[in-house]
């Protein structure tokens, strides 16, 4: 759809769509929709303008339709038109509304600090920045040992109380500190507050996944190299903790869960650092296991189509479930443009496949996609 501009002319209003290389959700770019259901009598010809015989609900729909898409891979603009930085992010639904948060890696920051970034949305395609909800310094006794190659990546929040989020980041130095911190906040859009940094189950713990089941449980997903595998470990109740669940002996990083139809799908990317590759999945009755052997989830010459799993969004709408592969697409040369990659799974019966991404639209309230 790429360089097509179409209009579509309502008496008295004007449904206009124009794409260009930014996606759908950025006001001044790539798919910008205009609904003007009022018109001055005299820019109309008509002498009473609140008369919009095609100002319809199919007209709208057309509005919302394009308003929705999703186009993976392309520059996605927040609602002030300015690209998304939230990079190796996590999704946490509350309410109405869905989270993202992730790793702000905008130019000109100082380079000294980590930042993370915070969005809002009611339909998993038009993102609102909240803020930068935490601004972290390196600890000193990471500068003391390490010097100053520090990194903050992958942030995830989950709920443990009504009035308490707390944010898990993988915190580390030159790659060998490989701990977690943990943030606390009463707000989910933050200010979050670094609170205490530690290796879960004393083991080293470098990418971090986020997973909360369908009761509500929270837990952690962290690669751990020594042991040439990863964790999967509940939270505490207070989360400032966690409790082992299950080992899975793959050495697989960028660990994302699904629970869907009463069976659990686990995803990772093997160790490559930035550079793709072949993602696998592997399912099981319980997060316990066992797990089965671990499977492409897409043609492997693809390199799951240049990107990396972050997250699995599970969508329980009215007339569907939809699970959504959330990948990163890492530029590491110039991590601020790095792209997202977002696209509805073919799910069932054991089985999960990443289609060619292409662009797609979802209703949040049905599940439904398109």
């Known amino acids: 759809m790429k360089g097509l501009v179409f209009s579509v002319l309502v008496v008295a209003g004007i449904v206009h769509a124009q794409s260009g290389n930014a996606p759908a959700g950025s006001k001044g770019g790539a798919e910008t929709v205009r609904l003007n259901s009022k018109v001055s009598a005299e820019g109309s010809g008509q002498g009473n303008p609140s008369k919009n015989p095609l100002d319809t609900p199919e007209a709208r729909k057309l509005a919302e339709a394009v308003l929705k898409k ?3 891979g392309t520059v996605w603009n927040d609602e002030n038109g300015r690209p998304i930085q939230a990079h190796g992010g996590g999704i946490l639904k509350q309410g109405a509304f869905w989270y993202w948060f992730g790793e702000d890696r905008t130019q000109g920051l100082d380079k000294n600090k980590r930042y993370v970034s915070c969005y809002k949305s009611k339909d998993l395609t038009h993102w609102e920045v909240k803020n930068r909800v935490i601004e972290l310094s390196e600890p000193e006794e990471y500068r003391k040992q390490f010097g100053e190659n520090w990194q903050a990546e992958r942030p995830k929040v989950f709920k443990v109380s009504p009035r308490k989020f707390v944010m898990y980041i993988h915190l580390d130095a030159a790659y060998k500190a490989a701990e977690v911190g943990v943030a606390v ?3 989910i ?3 979050f507050r670094l609170v205490k940094r530690f290796r879960p189950l004393g083991k080293e713990s470098r990418d971090i996944g986020q997973f909360v089941d369908d009761d509500g449980r929270n837990y952690l997903i962290f690669e751990s190299r020594p042991t040439g595998g ?5 939270l505490n109740d207070d989360g400032m903790d966690v409790t082992e669940t299950a080992f899975v002996h793959a050495p697989l990083e960028g660990g994302a869960i699904a629970n869907y139809e009463g069976l659990y799908y686990v995803l990772g ?4 650092g930035w550079k793709p590759n072949p993602n696998v999945y592997a399912t099981a009755k319980s997060l316990k296991g066992p797990w089965s052997e671990f499977k492409d989830i897409a043609p492997p010459e693809t390199n799951t189509y ?10 329980k709408g009215k007339l569907k479930t939809t699970v959504i592969y959330v990948g990163d697409q890492w530029k590491p040369e110039a991590l601020w443009d790095s792209r997202y990659v977002w696209m509805p799974l ?8 990443l289609p060619q991404p292409k662009p797609w639209t979802i209703n949040i309230r049905t599940g439904e996609v398109h």
């Not at 990317?269 to 490559?272: A, I």
């Not at 073919?346 to 496949?353: F, S």
């Open 346 to 353: 073919e799910i069932g019966a054991g089985k999960m496949k």
């Open 230 to 234: 990863f964790y999967i470990a509940q």
């Open 189 to 191: 859009e933050g200010p």
């Open 269 to 272: 990317s093997h160790m490559t």
């Open 306 to 315: 240049g990107t990396q799993s972050s997250m699995l969004i599970k969508v």
């Open 185 to 187: 906040s009463e707000n």
């Open 70 to 72: 999703i186009e993976p």
